[in-house]
């Protein structure tokens, strides 16, 4: 995420660039964690408001929000679920985590194609696709904490976090099961946000080269 906010100041107008500068600076006072992370990306997207040459359209914007939102009601569902709901004492939910990453995956391709059918143009994409990630992995984080947090008496019968839980140092199955979801909240909307970034550009390019049904 750092070097994600370094690149935009970089790209801002020269008349922009000391201001981007000083929002650099004032990033390393924040304290590392999930608090640093939310900070960088509202820096990044300030800076993308401000000065960055992207093109960008209200309806992209729309409907990369609606497609986030969708994306991430689904998780959310399928996390209470497979965790509170039916939960499993193994770990034997890798078709369910399969399955649920190939949405995800499908969904930021979406959200590239319909941004270039709203008049975004590659920038546009690849932004969408990147922020529609982040705000995937942030709000998937947050549910998982949510989750593990309220429901702790079922989420810590399953034998990984029992296992995993009595090799630790952690003082309770709670500390434990936190400082890790420390490391999902950091790693998640980072990689969400690559991927996004990635796969909106390929699905920018097939919205421009496959017509639409009706033309």
């Known amino acids: 995420m750092w070097r994600l906010l370094r690149f935009a100041v970089s790209r801002l107008p020269a008349g922009r660039r000391d201001f981007g500068e000083a929002l650099l600076a004032e990033a390393e006072t924040v ?3 999930p608090r640093r992370t939310a900070w960088l990306l509202g820096g990044f997207w300030f800076l ?3 000065g960055l040459p992207v093109n960008v359209t209200r309806r992209a914007v729309g409907w990369t929000a609606l497609i986030a939102a969708i994306v991430w009601l689904g998780l959310a569902v399928e996390i209470v679920l497979s965790n509170v709901v039916f939960p499993s004492t193994g770990d034997d939910d890798l078709v369910s985590v399969l399955l649920s990453y190939l949405c995800v995956f499908a969904a ?6 319909v941004a270039a059918r709203t008049g975004a143009g590659p920038k546009g994409q690849v932004l969408a696709g990147a922020l529609a990630g982040v705000a995937i992995g942030l709000l998937t984080a947050a549910t998982f904490a949510i989750v593990d947090n309220v429901w702790l008496d079922i989420v810590a019968r399953q ?3 029992i296992d995993g839980f009595a090799h630790s140092h952690a003082a309770s199955m709670r500390d434990y099961i936190n400082s890790g979801l420390v490391g999902v909240a950091v790693g998640l909307p980072i990689i969400f946000g690559i991927i996004g970034a990635v796969l909106a550009l390929a699905g920018g390019l097939i919205g421009v080269r496959v017509p639409a049904r009706g033309r």
């Open 108 to 113: 930021l391709l979406l959200v590239g194609l």
């Open 159 to 161: 034998q990984p976090k």
């Open 31 to 33: 304290p590392s964690g």
């Open 48 to 50: 993308v408001k401000e």
